[in-house]
Each structure stands twice: as structure tokens, then as C-alpha cells.
């Protein structure tokens, strides 16, 4: 069973020179919401030099569809460059690469939403911002991102009561 | 070493929750780190979970 490092997984993306803005749960734990999640969400570019990059990538974190995992299947170009949610097993735990958010915003949607943040090592990754998190999770409306929501909305106004950014 | 301890008659202070039940104290915990610590907390949370499911499905 591959480890679950959301860090190594963060910085292998980064690494990678790969343009993505981290959107899900980790996004709002990272904006300061203390929610529990175990997957990466990013939306990725879909210019043709990134889907390059992100395909040297899946080799590099030996990276496979979680559905059918026996079969062990790589994703290719053509899947990158379609519109479906790819979710992949990785030597560093799951990562989901988005090609969409909420209703069809892709990576130029929404980067104007996105801060880059400091996680550690130097390395600066675009993270959501909890505003559009919480538009895109109200629009969403599944179980799973109601449950969310009154979190993300409580951490957003104790952001804006602070009057911080979520940056430190 | 506490900064200050409450004296016995002292009643604990109450938690606070919102409307909906969410507790601010960790809100207000999470929001005073780092991203980057915040990132570690919760790899290390992660890490403790799955040691324990990991311990109970050996028995």
C-alpha cells in the first residue's frame, strides 16, 4: 500500500514545474479550516507543455487510476486533455487532477481566486481561496461538501474577523 | 508548566461553538500556524490514523 505524504506529493507536483492551483480539503486545511482529508485536489493547466509535465510526472510517482488499481492503468495525454477528474494512486498516497472545478472553471478561471502559500522547504504552491471553496463546494451540494461547509464558512469569518490573510 | 493555573474554585472555561455547532477554538488554533504547519499537523494526524486501523487489523 503507497504511504500517504501529502507533502512529498505536493512537492513532486512542484517540482515537476507544474502549473496547478490545490483546490478540496487540504486547500481549506491550508486556508486554516481543520478539516480531515486524505487526497490531493488540484486543478491542472491544460496547455499542451503542462499536460508534457504532468505526464512525466504520473511516470515519475508511478501514478494509477484508484478504480481497477490491479490493472495497474497509466493516464495518458489524451486523458489529460479531456475533461474528466482523474483519480490517481500514487507512490505518495491518492491525487486527484482536475481539469474542472464546480461549474467548468479551470485553471485561468480560477487562478485570480488562488494565493500562493509557503508550505514548507521553500516550496510555494496556488491554493483556492476559501471564498471560492465554499461557492464551489455550496454548488456542488454532495454530502460530502455539505458536511464541509459550515467549517469553511466559520474559518472564513474568523479569518475576516482577524482581519488576516490566510498567509502568515 | 502552565503560564497560570486557575484557581480551585475557578470554573473551566466554556467552549465555544458556532450556531452550527463548529468549534471555534480550533478554528482559532489552526488559524494562528503556518500553512506549512498546518500541512504537518495534518500529515501527522494522518499518520496516527493509519497506524492505529493498521495495529486493530493485525489483531
New interface residues.
Given amino acids: 500500500m503507497p504511504g500517504?505524504?501529502?507533502?512529498a506529493a505536493?512537492r513532486s507536483l512542484h517540482d515537476n514545474r507544474i502549473e496547478f492551483i490545490l483546490v478540496g480539503g487540504?486547500a481549506g486545511?491550508?486556508?486554516?479550516?481543520?478539516l480531515?482529508?486524505?487526497d490531493v485536489d488540484i486543478v491542472y493547466c491544460r496547455d499542451p507543455e503542462n499536460v508534457e509535465r504532468i505526464l512525466r510526472w504520473v511516470g515519475e510517482v508511478d501514478a494509477i487510476f484508484r478504480i481497477q488499481s490491479a490493472r495497474r492503468l497509466r493516464p495518458n495525454e489524451t486523458h489529460l486533455q479531456g475533461a474528466g477528474h482523474l483519480n490517481l494512486l500514487t507512490r505518495y498516497g491518492p491525487v486527484d487532477l482536475l481539469a474542472f472545478a464546480g461549474s467548468n472553471l479551470g485553471f485561468a478561471e480560477l487562478l485570480p481566486h488562488s494565493t500562493a502559500?509557503?508550505?514548507?522547504e521553500g516550496i510555494r504552491i496556488r491554493?483556492l481561496n476559501l471564498e471560492k471553496l465554499i461557492e464551489i463546494k455550496e454548488e456542488l451540494g454532495t454530502g460530502k461538501d455539505k458536511a464541509a461547509l459550515?467549517?469553511l464558512r466559520?474559518?472564513l469569518?474568523?479569518?475576516r474577523k482577524?482581519g488576516?490573510q490566510?498567509?502568515? | 508548566v502552565p503560564d497560570s493555573e486557575a484557581t480551585p474554585d475557578e470554573p473551566a472555561p466554556e467552549p465555544e461553538y458556532s450556531e452550527d455547532g463548529v468549534d471555534l477554538s480550533l478554528i482559532r488554533w489552526m488559524l494562528s500556524l503556518t500553512p506549512a504547519e498546518r500541512l504537518q499537523f495534518l500529515e501527522q494526524r494522518i499518520r496516527d490514523i493509519l497506524a492505529i486501523r493498521e495495529l486493530n487489523a493485525r489483531k
Fill in positions: 500517504n505524504n501529502l507533502f505536493l487540504l486545511v491550508l486556508s486554516g479550516a481543520p480531515q482529508t486524505y502559500m509557503d508550505i514548507g491554493v459550515p467549517i466559520q474559518t469569518r474568523e479569518l482577524k488576516s490566510p498567509m502568515r
